[in-house]
């Protein structure tokens, strides 16, 4: 079996964020623009063909140059590429090859999911043993062989190798004393904003105010939600919609949702810990499956909701975490 590359998540987490990107970038700009075609006379050069394109460009960085930034471009071109292509699911699963097919939003949110639970997956399970940290060592020392390794990234080889074996340590301590030394780069003018808005959103999900509210809403959300697709059977509007599969998958995730929600909120007196684990097996019930058929009722206009489950399951996790370090 081929060693692991110790980045591994990192480039799948950067492939997803690319390829949902490059997906919401796509829609956005078709709407604006009116559906415009690329092409003539007959011709139609659909975008899943310059998805193709740049997901070759993707692969060719990572077959032909080594190191992890070559890894890492050939992550982002091909997540770009995979957006541009399952963008265009509908074409492929339909016989009138419609881009419009309602599913099809539910089909593109799934497919992230899915690699979503794959990126996380990885990251908890990516525990290398002695001889794949050394080949992680190595691989490192090759890539930095022309451009040089800064005094970070030699000290992350020296521990990628230590445990490995004397010989081996030293090894690579001599392969390491061969490559160039290099400055670290200067620091980017978008990197203060960036540590400023993550410890803005590390405070936010510690307020307790904002605990609170999210409790409320979580038991509240699901119930409401139920009690408007009863009240659209009752006044016939449930009659104009054509994708009543969905709307019942849509139900039966908000009906599981709200007993769990319920659930842990009766438990939050007995074991706040217990009651916040079930909390977040609400939000990813909602996340894993009920925003699948959300996005085929509502289509895109769903990423707003999205959106509201990414912040709630942040803040449900960052409390549970906190109760966890207090037991």
């Known amino acids: 079996m081929p060693p692991r590359a110790e980045a591994a998540a990192a480039y799948l987490q950067a492939f997803v964020l690319s390829g949902v990107a490059s997906v919401l970038l796509t829609r956005a700009y078709l709407q604006a623009t009116n559906y415009p075609q690329l092409g003539g006379g007959g011709l139609h050069i659909a975008h899943v063909l310059w998805g193709g394109l740049l997901m070759t460009a993707g692969l060719a960085a990572a077959l032909v140059f080594l190191g992890g930034a070559a890894r890492m471009t050939g992550a982002i071109l091909g997540g770009l590429g995979f957006g541009l292509f399952i963008d265009e699911v509908g074409k492929f699963v339909t016989v009138e090859t419609d881009y419009f097919y309602a599913p099809a939003a539910g089909i593109i949110y799934g497919i992230f999911a899915l690699l979503v639970v794959i990126t996380q997956a990885v990251r908890g399970r990516t525990r290398l043993i002695p001889a794949e940290r050394t080949a992680n060592?190595?691989?490192?020392?090759?890539?930095?062989?022309?451009?040089?390794?800064?005094?970070?990234?030699?000290?992350?080889?020296?521990?990628?190798?230590?445990?490995?074996?004397?010989?081996?340590?030293?090894?690579?301590?001599?392969?390491?004393?061969?490559?160039?030394?290099?400055?670290?780069?200067?620091?980017?003018?978008?990197?203060?904003?960036?540590?400023?808005?993550?410890?803005?959103?590390?405070?936010?999900?510690?307020?307790?105010?904002?605990?609170?509210?999210v409790v409320i809403y979580l038991v509240a959300e699901p119930a409401l939600t139920l009690i408007g697709v009863l009240l659209d059977g009752v006044t016939g509007e449930l009659d104009q919609e054509r994708e009543w599969g969905a709307v019942l998958a849509v139900s039966a995730s908000a009906l599981v949702t709200a007993v769990l929600s319920v659930t842990a909120a009766v438990w939050l007196r007995r074991d706040r810990a217990d009651a916040f684990r079930l909390f977040k097996l609400a939000i990813l019930v909602d996340l894993l499956f009920g925003q699948i058929f959300n996005f085929t009722v509502n289509q895109f206009g769903a990423v707003t909701a999205l959106g509201v489950d990414l912040l709630l399951l942040a803040v449900v996790t960052a409390e549970h975490r906190r109760l966890s370090r207090v037991a």
């Open 137 to 213: 060592a190595l691989d490192a020392v090759v890539g930095g062989s022309i451009g040089g390794l800064t005094e970070r990234r030699r000290s992350e080889v020296l521990r990628l190798a230590r445990g490995s074996g004397a010989q081996t340590e030293a090894g690579v301590a001599r392969l390491l004393d061969a490559v160039p030394r290099r400055e670290p780069p200067p620091r980017r003018f978008w990197q203060p904003w960036l540590d400023r808005a993550r410890r803005f959103v590390t405070g936010l999900t510690a307020q307790r105010w904002l605990v609170s509210l």
